[in-house]
């Protein structure tokens, strides 16, 4: 999977609080990059969450006409994930961007129960996310 730096929402952005990715995407005018090839969200942890309670991390595609998120809208989002999966290298989110999209396009990270006191993220938009699977070896080639 290649990252271009243009298309990232959050480079090893730290997240210990409820807060919106620190970049954006502007496409430039309103249109919907949702249709046609497909183009995948991706975030995974770059260092593993930490914290003294049991919190939860909720993230958000969102978009809106006006770079401030003041009417933004929600895509789609992940259901609240426990800190306990949130170690390094996890994926938890990989999606095809879904249709809607306007003008700026962000993601937003939502903490809770408990604020984190460690906790590292990637994220952006990739045209070919690696997706191969590894499996145990178990192949039993007998009987031809």
Not at 1 to 14: G, P, R, V, W
Not at 19 to 38: F, H, K, N
Not at 122 to 129: N, S
């Amino acid at each position: 999977m290649i990252f271009d730096k243009q298309t990232l929402f959050s480079n090893d952005q730290a997240v210990t609080n409820s807060q919106a990715s620190t970049s954006y995407i502007d496409l430039g005018a309103v249109r919907d990059i949702g249709v046609g090839e497909p183009i995948e969200v991706f975030a995974m942890m770059t260092a593993t969450a930490q914290s003294a309670g049991s919190s939860t991390l909720v993230a958000a595609i969102e978009t809106d006409t006006q770079s401030d998120f003041s009417t933004k809208v929600t895509l789609s989002q992940t259901p609240a994930i426990a800190k306990a999966a949130l170690v390094q290298g996890y994926e938890f989110l990989k999606l095809k961007l879904p249709q809607g999209v306007q003008r700026y396009l962000r993601l937003s990270y939502t903490i809770g129960t408990a604020d984190l006191t460690a906790g590292t993220i990637r994220a952006g938009l990739v045209l070919d996310r690696q997706a191969q699977a590894s499996y145990a070896s178990g192949l039993n080639a007998s009987g031809f």
